[in-house]
């Protein structure tokens, strides 16, 4: 599952990038679904002035404000439509990139796998697990490209972190621990004039579309202890509930998971929306270190010339030297372990990356301009999507849930 990513390192993808562009190839691409995503992704391509391997040829949404606006981005040059099925009758179309509400994923990437083109879809890949195994099963007979969203992949931090995880830097992993924390609704406004549009405009709140932190948030963490444990888990069990924001909404505003894998490993993840205080976080802890990625750091268990927190042990030899004149009764009969005073390495020093989501971009247009999928890519994005609906099974039904067999690639 790891392979993948590591092939794509961002030198890889520049000297690539640098002999495409140079003998006049663009990797010609629609975009299908425009709102506030689709349109940063449009940014993010037109943010590259060397080299560009983009020609943005469709823009497509069913809603006129993302319609127009996406329209005024092009400057009026590029084809504009509606229906989706439009886009992928262009000729010369070698992509699209899929970036419409969660339950509108999967037909439209069928469709266009089918046609024969090339696809870069945001996460999750689908709403239900039956849209997203009929997504993987149209990947594999088209031989098509299928990216699945997960910028991580391509960041050159996550790309360092894995290879010290799997040269065994970290020493054996014996846990994952990953939160995400925002503090706010996730509502837009709906337009006085159009109130039937609540659920098309606020489509993240409802179940009928959307999972919410699942399958928004979570996912992404999904994939990095999976990367990171070369493995997909075997269970899951977990709680969640709406405790805060009472609006109507039919999805979580907080969620508890417990992800298993078959070593023992746990994945510990938890994920709100009313408290933002420590933001977001994957922690893979071995017995000789561990590695925040987000904020590019690595921990060793020993650091040189640091002081180390006193435990029981210790605290009885300090006692045993007689530093303790009285030992309290009643009192508390050891030194509980405190956190180590010590800010870590960067795992990649003075880091001036671009924008993760950039790097997937570009690496998708080498991956079409080269009419080749990146080996391993779209498991890890497959694996993701399945554990994440799997999760919210497990919350709905207070049950332990494991991959049916109908699920396994």
Excluded at 322 to 336: H, L
Aim: aromatic share 8%.
């Amino acid at each position: 599952m790891a392979a993948g990513a590591l092939l794509m390192m961002p030198g890889t993808i520049i000297n690539t990038l640098a002999q495409a562009t140079k003998s006049g190839q663009k990797a010609k691409v629609g975009f299908i679904g425009v709102g506030s995503r689709g349109r940063q992704l449009m940014r993010l391509i037109q943010a590259v002035k060397t080299n560009n391997p983009f020609e943005i040829v469709a823009v497509c949404d069913n809603y006129e404000p993302n319609y127009q606006q996406a329209i005024k981005m092009t400057d009026g040059k590029v084809k504009a439509f509606y229906d989706y099925r439009k886009v992928l009758e262009l000729k010369d179309l070698d992509a699209v990139i899929v970036a419409t509400p969660l339950h509108q994923h999967a037909h439209i990437v069928i469709d266009a796998l089918d046609a024969g083109i090339h696809v870069l879809c945001e996460k999750s890949m689908a709403r239900t697990l039956e849209d997203t195994k009929k997504m993987a099963d149209a990947f594999y007979r088209s031989g098509k490209i299928l990216h699945i969203g997960h910028q991580r992949l391509f960041d050159p931090v996550y790309q360092k972190g894995m290879k010290m995880v799997h040269n065994g830097e970290l020493g054996k992993i014996t846990q994952i621990r990953a939160y995400w924390h925002r503090n706010n609704d996730w509502r837009r406004k709906v337009p006085a004039e159009h109130p039937e549009l609540e659920r098309q405009i606020n489509w993240r709140l409802y179940d009928e579309y959307s999972c919410g932190l699942m399958t928004e948030l979570a996912c992404h963490q999904i994939q990095v202890a999976n990367w990171a444990l070369q493995a997909e888990p075997v269970s899951v069990r977990g709680v969640g509930g709406i405790n805060y924001w009472k609006d109507g909404r039919e999805v979580y505003d907080n969620v508890a998971l417990i992800y298993s894998y078959a070593d023992g490993t746990q994945l510990i993840y938890d994920s709100m929306s009313s408290n933002r205080h420590y933001g977001l976080q994957e922690q893979i802890m071995g017995d000789k270190g561990t590695l925040e990625m987000e904020t590019n750091r690595f921990y060793s268990e020993h650091p040189k010339n640091i002081e180390k927190p006193k435990g029981i042990l210790q605290m009885i030899t300090d006692i045993e030297k007689g530093i303790f004149d009285v030992v309290p009764i009643g009192g508390a009969s050891w030194i509980p372990e405190t956190k180590m005073k010590y800010k870590g390495e960067a795992i990649i020093p003075d880091n001036r990356k671009l924008q993760n989501t950039q790097e997937q971009l570009l690496a998708f247009a080498v991956a079409v301009l080269e009419d080749k999928p990146i080996p391993g890519i779209f498991e890890q994005g497959y694996h993701a999507s399945v554990w994440s609906l799997l999760g919210q099974q497990a919350m709905e039904t207070g049950e332990t849930v494991f991959l049916p067999n109908q699920l396994k690639l």
